[in-house]
């Protein structure tokens, strides 16, 4: 069992920067590839950023690549979310997800374990 907890969102102006953190309880962090999703109203929940186990690996959705960086710290047993230069069209409930696996997932159904999620909103 893997405990996430999301913390960082809230409300910013476009071309604003929030980042957001993701704590890990339960399981060896070290052991699970971690990724963002998110979820706007009325759409389904798509892929943001994924980082490996060790953090040597990453993959990002290409609306956020350039944008956005996703990290690691296990010594923490945290992952982050660095946003910058957001856009309205980010506005979302931003989920962290881990997965038993050493390769990153960029599917909801590649990941067993997921965070309550916090609220990111960017007004224009």
């Known amino acids: 069992q893997v405990q996430l907890v999301e913390s960082g969102g809230g409300l910013v102006q476009a071309g604003g920067s929030l980042r957001l953190s993701c704590a890990a309880s339960g399981r060896t962090f070290s052991s699970v590839a971690m990724g963002w999703f998110r979820q706007a109203p009325g759409k389904e929940r798509e892929f943001v950023a994924a980082?490996?186990?060790?953090?040597?690996?990453?993959y990002y959705a290409d609306s956020v690549k350039g944008r956005f960086t996703i990290s690691r710290d296990n010594a923490q047993n945290t992952v982050y979310l660095q946003m910058n230069s957001l856009k309205p069209e980010d506005t979302a409930v931003y989920y962290c997800?881990?997965?038993?696996?050493?390769?990153?997932?960029?599917?909801?159904?590649?990941?067993?374990?997921w965070g309550q999620g916090t609220q990111v909103t960017v007004s224009s």
């Open positions: 997800a881990a997965r038993l696996h050493s390769r990153v997932g960029i599917y909801v159904d590649n990941y067993a374990y």
């Open positions: 980082i490996s186990r060790s953090g040597d690996s990453t």
